[in-house]
């Protein structure tokens, strides 16, 4: 039973993580992008990558192994099918802003300054993102309340 709770937390916990760290960027991203505003950036990119980190982590866990319900309820759940479906969108509107990020932060060490034309379009991706989290809670909560659940 306490392993249970420590993956169900740490699940929850990368869910406050990642919603402040997406925000975060999000506002970041809206800001002047000197060094100090590149900083908060990468910096509310890092926390959003382990918060991506740990929920994919202990998701998987939870999705695979015998603490929870067992994948057959999950696979078959519409409700999980939906937070899938917003998990696998913030994914694949991760990809251009991840690679640019990284490109950034090697510029910004070798003493250069990024192109940072394309901010303000990160900066709305991470609001789809962060509104994206808040379905995929709801349909968790959906979830946890036996919605979509096998009879």
């Not at 919603?19 to 000197?34: H, T, V």
């Not at 409700?79 to 910004?108: H, S």
């Not at 250069?112 to 034309?117: E, F, G, I, L, V």
């Not at 900066?123 to 959906?142: E, F, I």
């Amino acid at each position: 039973m306490t392993i249970r709770w420590l993956f169900a937390f740490l699940h929850l916990l990368a869910l406050g993580m990642g919603m402040g760290a997406i925000w975060a960027r999000s506002r970041a991203l809206r800001g002047p992008l000197d060094a100090a505003g590149l900083g908060r950036v990468f910096t509310a990119d890092n926390w959003w990558g382990a918060a991506a980190g740990l929920w994919l982590a202990t998701g998987v866990v939870r999705l695979f192994s015998p603490l929870e319900k067992g994948s057959a309820y999950y696979i078959h759940n519409p409700f999980f099918m939906a937070k899938m479906t917003a998990f696998v969108l913030i994914l694949v509107l991760e990809v251009r802003p991840m690679i640019t990020f990284i490109r950034w932060r090697i510029l910004v060490r070798s003493g250069k300054s990024p192109d940072t034309r394309i901010a303000a379009t990160f900066a709305r991706t991470s609001a789809v993102q962060a509104v994206l989290v808040v379905v995929m809670v709801a349909m968790a909560t959906a979830m946890a309340r036996g919605f979509g659940g096998i009879p």
